[in-house]
């Protein structure tokens, strides 16, 4: 575990004369006036507050700018400062000291700078009042004032506008997410110190700040390129999270494969370097690593297989060539030194590593003693990606992904929707936000034109109703049909890019719930949220279930399951699990000859997440409870959700 065993809190002279001789190595002009004069503020504000760690609380604010220098290569200072500054807003509101986002832009002299520390600052019930009026007005159309208050006190919410304002204010500049990244990880690093004295006090609070950070954070680390970091925070959620003898289990199986692959190891090294004795690659190197806990914990189900994961520790060969030819002649020489007998599952091309892609050649290398290993042989020159997989710290390797121009309006109309999901599924809603946040502005695009040539960019997976929508708002309300290569299409026809599209409209068109379940794009969930909000059509059910303490449904499954169905209905699932190899033909096989009428599946390769909607034509009643029952039998499968239901006199 870290330790802050730094001589931080005893000067601040000296602690900030230490910040400065490490920023001066990476940017000697940065204005220190300007930062001193925040660091002067950060230890003001908090000159009465201590760590658990018995630090004095300003040693934090100046760990998450060290840790933005050294470990994420922020060297501006306007976010330095933002680092030191950044929990005077929140931790000064109760006091008569208090410290507001213009207080700052005014000392500093800096307007910009009040508006990162404000953005990195959590919501609480007053300031949920103030910055969300329009939040608070759509409640007073359906709760009383009382209601209303209680439901703007609720840690949950507040919990969820904190992230809708760092979502937010991330889509301007990614750089306030990267603080709160470094805040978090100093975070996670002393997190052991609530342990001390009084552990079942604050067991819950660090299993949810743990959970919170492997749900929220890890993912922004791991698609800004941080995977090193996502790694360690990983790691340390997990610990925190977890039960501590799934934990221990875990780490004792790492250290028996790892002392198995490294007592051997010498064996195979040997051979390598007899390889390219005589031949003109010099300078090869091997590097071992294996998975971390959690991905252990992820990959072989909750740790009720760990056997089953073939690639626990797995060798790379780094040789220094560039071409890929080289490549191939090299491997060569490794397949000629241990025998064409000994080689098995050879594959060569494009891998992937997080965010990084590259050329490899994949092999598993056997002796006679019948040892083996794995090994990816990869170029030289791919070192940064290398390191950054091996857990060297990353240097100067870090992936910037331009935000595309989002219109200030297209934005509040996506926080709008954030709202939405916010009301309806309460903390479960940071998913979708994640999932529609990597959809439109990390993932890749599909691009497709308008009859008149328009180009239009859309999130993978986008639908010809996604398309209609980012044309314009009118023409996504009015949608009607889309024509494709003289071919008509509905709503749920999903695009594969370059394709020309003809959106047909009709006055008499008006949109239906069911497209929510078909749109992606920014600018269509926005449009679509408003359309709803106008027609007061939402659904507030996390708002319901706080208030009345009852697990309300979207949909009241033994309500509709009154209706007469016994000639047969349609049933809409959604089915939630960890994903796997053949998860959705082992699901559409627990259906059975219940015909599936459309599908909609969405995966996470960050957090191997399943989650499907399954529109399902069910005989009878009998027919849909044993369905049930075979799918939660479905290994991975974690929950089965009936969330819409129709007889089929009205389909």
Excluded at 233 to 261: A, D, G, H
Excluded at 520 to 529: I, Q, T, V
Aim: aromatic share 12%.
């Amino acid at each position: 575990m870290y330790d802050e065993e730094d001589s931080f809190g005893i000067s601040l002279n000296n602690d900030f004369e230490f910040f400065r001789n490490l920023l001066e190595k990476y940017n000697p002009e940065a204005n220190f006036k300007f930062l001193k004069k925040a660091f002067a503020i950060c230890a003001f504000y908090h000159k009465n507050d201590y760590r658990k760690s018995g630090k004095k609380y300003y040693t934090h604010p100046l760990w998450v700018a060290i840790i933005l220098i050294k470990e994420f290569q922020i060297y501006d200072e306007i976010y330095l400062a933002a680092a030191f500054l950044h929990d005077t807003i929140e931790d000064t509101a109760n006091k008569r000291d208090r410290l507001v986002k213009e207080a700052i832009s005014e000392k500093m002299g800096n307007d910009y700078l009040g508006v990162i520390v404000d953005a990195l600052t959590k919501i609480s019930h007053e300031r949920l009042i103030i910055e969300n009026e329009g939040f608070r007005n759509q409640l007073i159309q359906r709760y009383t004032n009382e209601k209303v208050d209680e439901l703007l006190k609720n840690k949950q919410i507040q919990k969820c506008f904190t992230h809708r304002k760092l979502f937010q204010t991330f889509v301007k500049d990614q750089n306030i997410i990267v603080i709160k990244l470094a805040d978090r990880l100093h975070n996670m690093r002393t997190l052991h110190y609530k342990e001390l004295g009084d552990e079942y006090k604050y067991r819950d609070r660090m299993r949810e700040y743990a959970e919170e950070t492997l749900e929220f954070y890890v993912r922004f680390a791991n698609r800004l390129g941080f995977s090193s970091i996502a790694g360690e925070l990983q790691n340390l959620s997990f610990y925190f999270s977890s039960n501590k003898e799934v934990y221990s289990q875990i780490r004792e199986l790492i250290e028996s494969k790892e002392k198995f692959i490294l007592d051997r190891i010498g064996i195979f090294e040997k051979d390598i370097r007899e390889a390219f004795a005589d031949s003109e690659f010099k300078g090869i190197s091997t590097t071992i690593f294996h998975r971390k806990e959690y991905e252990i914990y992820s990959l072989t189900n909750q740790f009720q297989n760990p056997d089953a994961l073939p690639d626990f520790v797995h060798c790379i060969v780094s040789i220094p060539v560039s071409d890929y030819k080289d490549l191939r002649k090299a491997t060569s020489k490794i397949i000629q030194q241990f025998g064409h007998s000994n080689i098995s599952n050879y594959q060569e091309g494009k891998q992937i590593l997080g965010e990084f892609e590259f050329n490899t050649i994949q092999i598993k290398l056997k002796k006679n003693s019948g040892d083996s290993l794995d090994v990816t042989i990869m170029s030289t020159n791919d070192s940064d990606i290398l390191d950054n997989i091996t857990e060297v710290p990353i240097k100067e390797k870090r992936l910037k992904k331009k935000v595309s121009g989002i219109s200030d309006e297209h934005l509040e109309l996506w926080s709008d929707w954030m709202e939405y999901v916010i009301l309806e599924k309460g903390e479960k809603a940071i998913k979708d936000i994640w999932n529609s946040l990597d959809k439109n502005l990390f993932d890749d695009k599909i691009v497709c034109f308008s009859i008149d040539k328009q180009e239009i960019q859309l999130p993978q997976g986008a639908t010809v109703l996604d398309f209609a929508f980012a044309i314009s708002k009118d023409i996504g309300l009015s949608f009607s049909k889309a024509r494709i290569s003289e071919q008509v299409f509905d709503f749920d026809y999903k695009l594969y890019g370059n394709e020309t599209i003809q959106i047909l409209t009709s006055k008499i068109q008006q949109p239906i719930p069911e497209w929510q379940y078909f749109i992606s794009d920014y600018r269509a969930l926005g449009y679509f949220y408003n359309y709803l909000k106008s027609k007061n059509l939402l659904n507030n059910d996390f708002a319901n279930e706080l208030l009345t303490q009852n697990h309300i449904q979207h949909i009241s499954a033994e309500n509709k399951l009154s209706m007469n169905l016994e000639k047969g209905f349609f049933a809409k699932l959604m089915i939630k699990g960890n994903d796997r190899k053949h998860l959705l033909n082992d699901i559409t096989n627990a259906i059975g000859d219940s015909e599936i009428r459309k599908s909609t599946i969405q995966r996470s390769d960050l957090s191997s997440e399943f989650e499907g909607i399954f529109e399902v034509n069910f005989r009878n009643l009998v027919t849909f409870n044993k369905v049930v029952l075979k799918l939660l039998d479905v290994r991975n499968v974690k929950s089965t959700e009936l969330i819409d239901i129709w007889s089929k006199n009205i389909s």
